[in-house]
């Protein structure tokens, strides 16, 4: 008996770490080297047990749409939490309008925080960036660190902010544009 019972856990221990390793890969940011007149570059280091970033991108009529995410915790919990957000705001980002910005993105983020208990359960910061094709971009900030640009002119940390998502009932996020 304790044979098929070592048996069964290893199995289920491989199985998991196979499931963990193919959704981690899924969620590793992916960008195209260029948008908009912006060079990207994108660097992830993660715990072994991962955590809850995200970086999400969906091409708009406008411009192009990133979303960059922190799920507040470390580990398995920030890991699981993140595969749920991150299902949904690909969900969400699919269905924004041609026409919405980053403040209504955020918007749509913290309405559906109010009233979902999955989501409302853990925190979550976003920072919402529109490239636009005439090379300028539109920030949205709910919580997330101040962005930090890197130019030819020098470095410079952008003042974009705004209440984390879900934390305050119809919260309005305010837009830059750099």
């Known amino acids: ?35 908009g007149s912006f060079h990207i570059r994108t660097r992830t280091l993660s715990a072994s ?3 809850g970033d995200f970086i999400l991108h969906r ?28 299902g949904y705001l690909l969900g969400m980002m699919e269905n924004l309008t041609e026409g919405a910005g980053p403040s209504d993105t955020l918007h749509s983020l ?10 409302a359960s853990t925190l979550v910061t976003c920072l919402a960036i529109l490239f ?3 090379g ?9 660190p101040s962005p930090v640009i ?6 410079e940390t952008l003042d974009v902010g705004g209440a984390l998502p879900g934390l305050i009932t119809d919260s309005h996020y ?5």
């Open 59 to 86: 091409t708009t009529q406008r411009g192009d749409m990133v979303l960059l995410g922190d799920i507040m915790g470390h580990g398995e919990e920030a890991k699981f939490f993140s595969h749920v957000y991150a």
């Open 110 to 119: 913290s309405r559906t925080l109010e009233g979902n208990s999955i989501l």
């Open 136 to 144: 300028s971009m539109v920030l949205a900030s709910a919580g997330h």
């Open 49 to 51: 047990a991962g955590g």
């Open 150 to 155: 890197v130019s030819k002119k020098g470095i």
């Open 1 to 35: 008996i304790r044979r098929v019972l070592n048996r069964s856990r290893k199995l289920k221990e491989q199985l998991g770490n196979r499931l963990d390793s193919q959704i981690t890969q899924s969620l590793r940011p992916s960008l195209p080297d260029r948008l």
């Open 174 to 178: 305010e837009e830059r544009k750099v």
């Open 132 to 134: 636009k094709p005439d």
